[in-house]
Nanobody
Framework: QVQLQESGPGLVKPSQTLTLTCTVS??????????WTWIRQPPGKGLEWMGD???????KTSPSLKSRTSISRDTSKNQFTLQLNSVTPEHTAVYYC???????????WGKGTQVTVSS
Protein backbone atom coordinates (compact mmCIF):
# COMPACT_ATOMS: atom_id res chain seq x y z
CA GLN A 1 0.00 0.00 0.00
CA VAL A 2 1.47 3.29 -1.11
CA GLN A 3 1.22 6.10 1.41
CA LEU A 4 1.97 9.77 0.87
CA GLN A 5 2.47 12.44 3.50
CA GLU A 6 2.75 16.16 2.84
CA SER A 7 4.87 18.38 5.05
CA GLY A 8 5.63 22.07 5.10
CA PRO A 9 4.71 25.38 6.67
CA GLY A 10 1.09 26.10 7.44
CA LEU A 11 1.57 29.85 7.17
CA VAL A 12 3.60 31.76 4.61
CA LYS A 13 3.95 35.50 4.13
CA PRO A 14 3.18 37.12 0.78
CA SER A 15 6.14 37.25 -1.62
CA GLN A 16 7.87 34.36 0.16
CA THR A 17 8.59 30.93 -1.30
CA LEU A 18 6.44 28.00 -0.32
CA THR A 19 8.17 24.64 -0.19
CA LEU A 20 6.18 21.46 0.40
CA THR A 21 7.58 17.95 0.56
CA CYS A 22 5.78 14.70 -0.05
CA THR A 23 7.27 11.63 1.60
CA VAL A 24 6.32 8.36 -0.03
CA SER A 25 6.29 4.96 1.62
CA UNK A 26 5.25 1.57 0.33
CA UNK A 27 6.56 2.25 -3.14
CA UNK A 28 9.45 3.89 -4.94
CA UNK A 29 9.11 7.19 -6.76
CA UNK A 30 11.36 5.70 -9.45
CA UNK A 31 9.03 2.79 -10.16
CA UNK A 32 7.79 2.53 -13.75
CA UNK A 33 5.66 4.38 -14.96
CA UNK A 34 4.09 6.52 -12.31
CA UNK A 35 3.60 10.25 -12.02
CA TRP A 36 3.89 11.93 -8.65
CA THR A 37 1.60 14.86 -8.55
CA TRP A 38 0.79 18.06 -6.69
CA ILE A 39 -2.84 19.19 -6.55
CA ARG A 40 -4.38 22.02 -4.60
CA GLN A 41 -7.84 23.11 -3.58
CA PRO A 42 -8.43 26.78 -2.75
CA PRO A 43 -11.25 27.50 -0.32
CA GLY A 44 -14.63 27.09 -1.98
CA LYS A 45 -13.11 25.94 -5.27
CA GLY A 46 -12.34 22.71 -7.05
CA LEU A 47 -9.16 20.71 -7.32
CA GLU A 48 -6.38 22.18 -9.45
CA TRP A 49 -3.58 20.13 -10.93
CA MET A 50 -0.30 21.96 -10.33
CA GLY A 51 2.24 19.61 -11.85
CA ASP A 52 3.98 16.30 -11.55
CA UNK A 53 7.30 14.53 -11.74
CA UNK A 54 7.54 11.13 -13.33
CA UNK A 55 9.54 8.01 -12.55
CA UNK A 56 12.40 9.31 -14.71
CA UNK A 57 12.55 12.62 -12.90
CA UNK A 58 10.93 14.62 -15.70
CA UNK A 59 8.76 17.37 -14.25
CA LYS A 60 5.99 19.38 -15.81
CA THR A 61 3.87 22.14 -14.35
CA SER A 62 0.59 23.82 -15.10
CA PRO A 63 0.98 26.59 -17.70
CA SER A 64 -0.80 28.97 -15.37
CA LEU A 65 1.83 28.38 -12.68
CA LYS A 66 4.88 27.56 -14.73
CA SER A 67 6.72 30.81 -14.13
CA ARG A 68 6.67 30.40 -10.37
CA THR A 69 6.48 26.65 -9.80
CA SER A 70 9.07 23.90 -9.76
CA ILE A 71 8.89 20.24 -8.81
CA SER A 72 11.90 18.16 -7.88
CA ARG A 73 12.70 14.92 -6.12
CA ASP A 74 15.16 13.26 -3.77
CA THR A 75 15.31 9.59 -4.64
CA SER A 76 17.52 8.80 -1.64
CA LYS A 77 14.69 9.94 0.64
CA ASN A 78 11.85 8.82 -1.64
CA GLN A 79 10.45 12.34 -1.58
CA PHE A 80 9.30 14.88 -4.09
CA THR A 81 9.00 18.60 -3.53
CA LEU A 82 6.91 21.51 -4.71
CA GLN A 83 8.34 25.02 -4.71
CA LEU A 84 6.05 27.96 -5.35
CA ASN A 85 7.71 31.36 -5.56
CA SER A 86 6.34 34.79 -4.75
CA VAL A 87 3.16 33.53 -3.16
CA THR A 88 0.10 35.71 -2.75
CA PRO A 89 -3.06 35.22 -0.66
CA GLU A 90 -4.59 33.59 -3.76
CA HIS A 91 -2.27 30.65 -3.12
CA THR A 92 -4.05 29.84 0.13
CA ALA A 93 -5.29 26.28 -0.31
CA VAL A 94 -5.13 22.69 0.84
CA TYR A 95 -2.21 21.11 -1.00
CA TYR A 96 -2.22 17.42 -1.81
CA CYS A 97 0.37 15.06 -3.19
CA UNK A 98 -0.82 12.04 -5.10
CA UNK A 99 0.23 9.20 -7.38
CA UNK A 100 -1.55 8.39 -10.57
CA UNK A 101 -3.20 5.13 -11.54
CA UNK A 102 -2.20 3.17 -14.66
CA UNK A 103 -5.85 3.32 -15.73
CA UNK A 104 -6.18 7.07 -15.21
CA UNK A 105 -6.85 9.46 -12.39
CA UNK A 106 -5.16 9.45 -9.03
CA UNK A 107 -4.89 6.21 -7.11
CA UNK A 108 -3.21 7.30 -3.91
CA TRP A 109 -3.50 10.59 -2.08
CA GLY A 110 -1.89 12.25 0.89
CA LYS A 111 -4.19 13.68 3.52
CA GLY A 112 -3.47 17.22 2.39
CA THR A 113 -1.90 20.13 4.18
CA GLN A 114 -3.46 23.54 4.71
CA VAL A 115 -1.31 26.46 3.59
CA THR A 116 -2.36 30.01 4.35
CA VAL A 117 -0.66 32.99 2.76
CA SER A 118 -1.06 36.00 4.99
CA SER A 119 0.99 38.77 6.49
Amino acid sequence: QVQLQESGPGLVKPSQTLTLTCTVSGGSITANYYHWTWIRQPPGKGLEWMGDINYNGFAKTSPSLKSRTSISRDTSKNQFTLQLNSVTPEHTAVYYCARDSPSGGMEYWGKGTQVTVSS
